[in-house]
Structure formats: structure tokens, C-alpha cells
DNA sequence: GCAAAAGTGTTGGCAGTACACCCATGT
DNA sequence: ACATGGGTGTACTGCCAACACTTTTGC
């Protein structure tokens, strides 16, 4: 059925975009990196940072060129990795745009830029999006919904919850990390079982930190692991109560 | 850093195409269909099912309308689901075009359609695949490991695996999916207890099914719970070998 | 024909493990 | 106040045994 010719196939092009989801731990909320866009349509509303894909770079390199122009890191001091396509016809008022989604997780950066080119980028938590106290561009609130639950599944299997960690972290600022993406408290004493116990997660220095208050705690670096084994599920149980963020 | 007229940016439009990964449960052993390219290049080498995303189409309905001409079965009698983008630049040496995978499962179907277009549409073991036996065109060996390992974590937290099952079927027969797709045997025991537990997983119809050999087996048809918890998890303990009994 | 064996489904029990929950202690 | 460590009861699961139901085989 494709190509009625049976010699050249109707190839129609379309204008690819990709979208970043770029999330951090601030204080106690997840927050996220939007724009204010600039132009036509959705003037001053906020939005993906994001941008065409060129002709002749992969998805992932456009990516990390997007990420490097929004927070000045290189995608190696965060985790970056593609999230879905997003191709519905209407989602874009100007025309055919399709767009690759992309999640990219890090420690709590630096101001973003705002000087190299026209947009100013903001972190602005979560909550207040879902909460509709932000709205965002495009269906682009879609594709966060989309990344903060797969998120939050990644922090069950794998170990990038460490990524938002900048070295040397505690076994306490990890397990802020959990508590904050999924909002719901941890038993400090399990938490710190099942990560000691996985294979290469946790990679001790030998150093301690000395808080204001409270006793000193140990100081790790991120282990070779990608995978966290076993994993550390988001059981009914652990829902009960005790939200991080009520309301 | 786009558009560097401020104005209008440099789009550039790129030809997308989806692909899909069709798997069944053939006899003994995980198929997944392929056809044979009667076009350069790659002519007469096998490939995943696909073609071009039209102008007024989601990648979804893409997807769709692919599996219907391959299959002429419709998607709701299978599981369709987007996997991830493809996009290196020299997959494809006509020049740029990126692919969005999907991954289909179903039951063991009709033989595929030939004669509608002069594609011929088979169904060859996974195994014979990824052992080298059979070449795949473009990256399409790549797109195939990447379905499958998604594939076997799909059936670990979702209900998919039921989809694999013509209705109603056993928890034999779900179980010998689970043993196809995964590649080891699985305690009948164990399984049944954690199948017939999860919520709205198995909905039995009260009717048995009586095999050529042995006991009557009960009945079921798929719930309505779209998640398996607890999930089934491949742990270490179960990759011990291929046999049910040690001895 | 009848008894035994073989093959599959189903049920239940036992033991080891993992985890939620709680408590104790160090700084 | 927080990190760390330990202990206990419960739930889950791996392993195993027994039983149920049917067909096939042997005599």
C-alpha cells in the first residue's frame, strides 16, 4: 500500500524537533527547567526548552546541544536519555511538528543562561505546573506528566537517582532524592540497607560530613552500577501518608 | 542558538518512517514477522514491517495502518506500543530518515498477507535472528534487541503477557509465555499463586479446557488490570538453568 | 477389560528471605 | 536532630510434596 507507484514511495517530510524535561532536586521541591518563549504562538508563555533537529545530528546530539545551550553543562555531568515521540497533528498550531521527548536529570545547577540568546530560563517547581498554577506551551504538560512517572520508575530500577547528587553525597541526600520525586517519606534505616547492600551503587570514600546538627554521616561516590539490584519498589505500603509536598 | 535571523528558524524537514516489532508465540519459540525487501537497497534481505508517517497521521496511526496491512488484524486484538526513536544519520543510505519503533504483541496469527502488496510477510524465530542465521536490513537487528529486552521487562510489572494468549486460555498456556519470552523454565506453583492473586489480572470463565494429555485445566480471560502487582520479577534465583526440577 | 504409568493441572505446606515497623545509640 | 545499627513480626516466595483428572500403555 505504500507507494501506489510501486517505484517511489510518497515520502512526506516533517519538521522534528526535541524537547527537554530537565529535572532537579531545589530544597525540598523537584523542580524543572522552562523557558519563556519569545515568539509566535504561545508568546511569554512557558515552555520545553527545545529546538529543530539538524540535518545532520543524531536525536541525541541535538539533544545535548540543547541541553548545553540551556544550562551550560556537558550531558556528561547529567543523565540524558530519550523519553518518546510526540506526533499529534494538532500539537503544533503552525504546522506539521512532531517532537522527541527527552529526560535529562541532574544535580541542582547553576542559574541558567539567559544571555546567549533571546529566551530566559527559569526553574519552576513541578507541583506548580501540575497544579496548574503554570501553564505550558504546546502539549508540552503531556510530555512532563510522561516524564515524571517514568522518572519516578527509574528511581525503582536503576541508579540515576544518584545523578541529582553532586559528589560526595550522603546516604541521607539520596534518600531526599526518593522522598522528593516520588513525595513520600522513607524509612531512613531500610533505605539505608537496601543501598549499602546493592552491588556497586554506593562507593565509599572513607570521609565523613559534619552537619550543623546530628551525627556525622558517611560519604559515598556513585558505584559502577547502572541497574539497582533488587529494586527498590514504590510499594502500596509506602504510600500510606507522610507526603512530602501536601495540598 | 535557533534561528539565527530571530525570525524564522532554520527548519529542516526530515522523512520519518515507523517500523514495527511484531512478536508472537509460535509453538515453542517467540517469532516476530518480517518481510522480504523487494527494493534496493537491502534487496532480498529481511526487514521489520514499516513505511513513511503521512502528512495527516499520527505516528500511532502509522503504526496502526502498518500492522493492518501486515497482519489484517486490528490493533485492538493486539498490544501496540511506541517504543524509542532512531535517528543515525547513515542508518538508512538513501540518506536521512529516522524511525520510530513500535512493538506489537499478539497471539499466533493467520499466515501474514502477501498478495495485497508485493511485499512477502514471514514469521521467523527470534533466535534465528539474533544467533546470525538471518541478516536484518538497516539497524533493524538493533531495533529488534532493543523490543525485546523491553519485551521481557514489559511482562515482569504489565499484564501484556495475556495479550500473547488467544481467549480464553490457562495459566498453562500464560506461563509457557513467560517461559518463551524470558528463556527459562518457571514453577507452575509459584506462578499460578502470583497470576491468580493479582487484581483483575486472570478473570475465570467457570469452563475448562481438556487437553490431549492430562488434568482439565481451568479457564480465563483477561481482567482488566492493566499492571501486575506485585510484579513477576526475573531474578537471579530463576535463570538457574532451563529445567523446572533440579536432578 | 483392567491396572499401571505417564502427563498435566491444582492445592497446600515448610523454610528461608525480605521488608515494614520499631527501638536504641552515637555525635 | 540526624545518622547508623539492630531486632521482630509478617508477607512473600522458592522449593517440594501430594493429589486430581485424563490419556496411554501393558498384560
Not at 101 to 116: F, S
Request: aromatic share 6%.
Amino acid at each position: 500500500m505504500i507507494g501506489t507507484t510501486g517505484h517511489d514511495p510518497e515520502v512526506s517530510l516533517l519538521a522534528v524537533t526535541v524537547d527537554l524535561v530537565i529535572f532537579t532536586v531545589r530544597g525540598d521541591e523537584l523542580h524543572i527547567l522552562v523557558i519563556e518563549r519569545g515568539n509566535a504562538p504561545f508568546l511569554g508563555v512557558m515552555a520545553l526548552p527545545g529546538g529543530y533537529v539538524r540535518p545532520g545530528e543524531t536525536l541525541d546530539e541535538a539533544a545535548e546541544r540543547e541541553l548545553r545551550e540551556e544550562t551550560s553543562l556537558d550531558g556528561s555531568a547529567l543523565h540524558l536519555e530519550q523519553l518518546r515521540a510526540y506526533s499529534e497533528p494538532e500539537r503544533d498550531p503552525r504546522g506539521r511538528v512532531i517532537t522527541v521527548a527527552y529526560l535529562a536529570l541532574g544535580p541542582d545547577m547553576p542559574p541558567p543562561v539567559a544571555g546567549t540568546d533571546a529566551r530566559e530560563a527559569v526553574w519552576v517547581p513541578v507541583a506548580s505546573i501540575l497544579g496548574g498554577g503554570t501553564e505550558l506551551a504546546f502539549d508540552h504538560a503531556t510530555i512532563l506528566r510522561d516524564a515524571l512517572e517514568h522518572a519516578r520508575s527509574q528511581l525503582e530500577h536503576t541508579t540515576v537517582a544518584a545523578r541529582f547528587c553532586p559528589e560526595p553525597f550522603t546516604v541521607g541526600e539520596l534518600r531526599r532524592i526518593y522522598e522528593v520525586v516520588w513525595g513520600f517519606k522513607l524509612d531512613p534505616s531500610n533505605f539505608r540497607r537496601k543501598m549499602t547492600r546493592a552491588e556497586a551503587f554506593l562507593e565509599p570514600t572513607g570521609e565523613q560530613r559534619f552537619p550543623d546538627v546530628g551525627r556525622p554521616a558517611a560519604l559515598y561516590r556513585r558505584g559502577s552500577a547502572r541497574f539497582l539490584v533488587p529494586p527498590l519498589l514504590r510499594t502500596a505500603a509506602s504510600h500510606d501518608d507522610a507526603r512530602v509536598h501536601p495540598g
